[in-house]
């Protein structure tokens, strides 16, 4: 079946280039001006992948993109939108975004991009490790993200449980920075390398007893990092 995306733009010019290259490219594109008529369409299912401005008209980008979140629906979101400002990038990404472009694009870039997060839902899908994960003392259940032992009860997220599924994948091998923001963001123009590393920071904090001489979350001098159980 083809894969259907969602295309919110209230540009009509735009969306009707976007439309055209998406069905080019063999994929169905469903073309909404705002939020509130997209919604109509997600809420009736079938989608798989979702184009968002964020400057909307009516309700913004972000909040229909905290909506789409709130409801479990973990179908990839690119923001496609005129502002170009790093904490603004940010901002969409800690909203649920999965990617983050600006206006003007490379169309060929945009396409990149998607395709690379539909590699990312493949990856997803399938099951090459078992879902209960132990590192250290902590219990992690990648399905639901959810962490138990002696620090407590609490869950990660999205992306945090994803990076230790890669790096458990591969068990005790080195994972490059470029392998982990090509598998967990689907493509590595945004964010850096700097994200992950600052992704491990976080985890190390959660999983190592001493967060400073880590045991388990090891880095790879001049490569990345491997997971040692």
Known sequence: MKKRILVVEDDASLA???KINLELEGWEAVVRPSA?????VWRGGGIDFIVLDIGLPGEDGLSFCRKIRGAGDRSPVLFLTARDRDQDRIRGLDEGGDDYMTKPFHLGELLARIKGLFRREEWLRERTIPTSLRIGEQVVNLTTHEVSGP???????????????????RQGEPVDRHT??????????????????????????MFEADPANPQHLLTVRGTGYRLVL
């Open 151 to 169: 620090r407590g009860a609490f869950v990660l997220r999205e992306k945090e449980a994803m990076i230790l599924r890669l790096l458990a994948e």
């Open 180 to 205: 982990i923001l090509n598998r967990i963001w689907g493509f590595d123009a945004f964010p850096t390398t700097r994200t992950v590393d600052n992704f491990i920071v976080s985890l190390r904090k």
């Open 36 to 40: 509130e008529t997209a919604e109509v």
């Open 16 to 18: 009707e280039g976007l």
